[in-house]
């Protein structure tokens, strides 16, 4: 039986410390959020955001355009954002318009207030093995979890199906750089179980619900599960077949509970973390 990884828990407690040190600041930290267009889920996400930050004491600005917005409309927020030394994170949510170039506007955000780390400069750090100004949240979520519970990564065999920018491409690259032998999986891999089954750490970002079953994972694996997916009676549920896994797995994350708590997680402690690199505490 799997020993549970409970990020729920784990992101309450780095939240509760996170809360102690800004209580302390004098000026607080000031997370903006740009959302462009009328995406349900976005609008659910962005909320949730906003109030994690002010449950935090951070200050948080929303700024909202409409579905038809255009490309320069956007630059001119981010562009006054950069400038604006009250705003120390910078986050657009994705996913924008579809008359929208998203990598240009990601592009456009300060690195120093990068605070999801999905800026080139932020990522290149990491392939390049150094420390980026952040660390792009879910990937720095998922390291925390393993260091919370202990899990050893050097020398361990770390699989990734998924290669977002988001999610799997920095991951891999996170893991690489704590000494793990990473194999990343995609759509176009072929015989996906066969390298499944030689992982010591098993992560799955596919967005694929039912996606890794229970023969695809080794004996004793930590399997890490990030996949967002509704099943038929509308609950949610990862990737991975939870109950099948799970006697097979040393550890293994629920869903929900275990690594979405700890991306909201990341982006709070980015946003601190960004605040005192500008504040040169
Ligand atoms: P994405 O669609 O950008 O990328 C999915 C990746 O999975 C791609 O690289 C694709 O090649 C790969 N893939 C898809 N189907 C596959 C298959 N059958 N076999 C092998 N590889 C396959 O998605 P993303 O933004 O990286 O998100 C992935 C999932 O994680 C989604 O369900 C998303 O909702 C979820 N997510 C969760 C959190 C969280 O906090 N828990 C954060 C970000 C994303």
Excluded at 189 to 198: H, V
Aim: net charge neutral.
């Amino acid at each position: 039986m799997a020993k549970l990884i409970e990020g729920k828990i784990v992101a309450k407690k780095i939240l509760e410390n996170l809360s102690d040190e800004i209580l302390f600041l004098e000026k607080k930290p000031c997370l903006a959020v740009i959302i462009a267009g009328d995406d349900a889920a976005s609008k659910i996400y962005v909320n949730s955001k906003k109030k994690k930050a002010e449950e935090l004491g951070i200050k948080s600005v929303v700024i909202e355009l409409p579905q038809n917005c255009t490309q320069q409309e956007i630059l001119e927020k981010i562009y006054t954002l950069n400038n604006d030394d009250s705003v120390n994170g910078i986050l657009v949510q994705l996913p924008l318009p579809p008359q929208i170039n998203a990598k240009e506007v990601v592009e456009k955000i300060h690195p120093l207030k990068d605070v999801d780390g999905l800026h080139p400069y932020n990522l290149g750090q990491i392939a390049a093995g150094n420390k980026p100004h952040a660390y792009p949240c879910t990937p720095k979520g998922i390291i925390r979890l393993l260091e919370y519970y202990d899990i050893s990564i050097a020398g361990k065999h770390a699989v990734i199906i998924g290669r977002s920018n988001l999610v799997g491409r920095p991951l891999s690259l996170m893991l690489l750089n704590e000494n793990a032998t990473v194999t990343v999986c995609h759509s176009k891999t072929k015989n996906l179980s066969q390298i499944t089954q030689q992982a010591d750490i098993l992560v799955s970002a596919a967005g694929q619900r039912g996606l890794v079953k229970a023969d695809m994972v080794k004996d004793g694996a930590v399997v890490i599960d990030v996949g967002i997916n509704r099943q038929e009676d509308g609950k949610l549920c990862g990737d991975v077949d939870f109950w099948g896994a799970e006697p097979r797995a040393s550890y293994i994350t629920p869903v929900p509970g275990g690594v979405g708590p700890m991306t909201i997680c990341s982006l709070m402690q980015n946003t601190f973390d960004l605040y005192k690199i500008q504040n040169k505490i």
